[in-house]
């Protein structure tokens, strides 16, 4: 029998229409740490070299978010996105596999607050790092449903 977190995450990977048309790849989904996986590809270049900031920055609230949805969805929630602050640091190039990696850092009733990082895969390079508040709230106000 699956549990909640399981169909719940199994919904999320076909309905997140913004990861999917990302790419994002979830590699790891536990309650030490998240990781997600992006390949960079010319879609997501703000110039002929580079992301685009709003990539990386999506891609965060992304790595971050599912760090508070596994913990929320022990009670039955769902979060979203209060706030988080975002440092780049590194630039990325098309081809870079970036990995994501998402941490809780404080979980209480209602909120969530996530730490992130964002490294490229080929030689470790931080390219971001974030902090980010979640709101906790019951998942049958969110309008989804499990199958």
């Keep these: 029998m699956s549990s909640f ?16 048309n990302q790419g994002f790849e979830l590699i790891k989904f536990e309650s ?9 590809k010319s879609k997501h270049l703000a110039t002929p070299t580079t992301a685009h900031g709003g990539v990386i920055a999506g891609y965060m609230d992304a ?7 596994y913990v929320s969805s022990e009670e ?5 996105t209060v706030e988080f602050k975002i440092n780049f640091i590194s ?8 990995v994501g990696i998402g941490k809780v850092v404080s979980k209480g009733k209602r909120i969530i607050v996530c730490q992130g990082e ?30």
């Design 63 to 69: 790595v971050i978010g599912l760090a508070a949805l």
């Design 32 to 40: 030490d740490e998240i990781v997600y996986e992006l390949e960079v």
């Design 91 to 98: 630039p990325v190039r098309i081809g870079d596999v970036l």
């Design 76 to 80: 039955g929630n769902l979060v979203s």
């Design 5 to 20: 977190r399981e169909n719940l995450i199994e919904k999320y990977q076909k309905s997140n229409l913004f990861g999917i």
């Design 118 to 147: 964002i490294r490229n895969k080929k030689d470790n390079t931080m390219v971001a790092v974030a902090t980010g508040t979640f709101n906790a709230y019951p998942y049958h106000k969110s309008g989804m449903t499990l199958i």
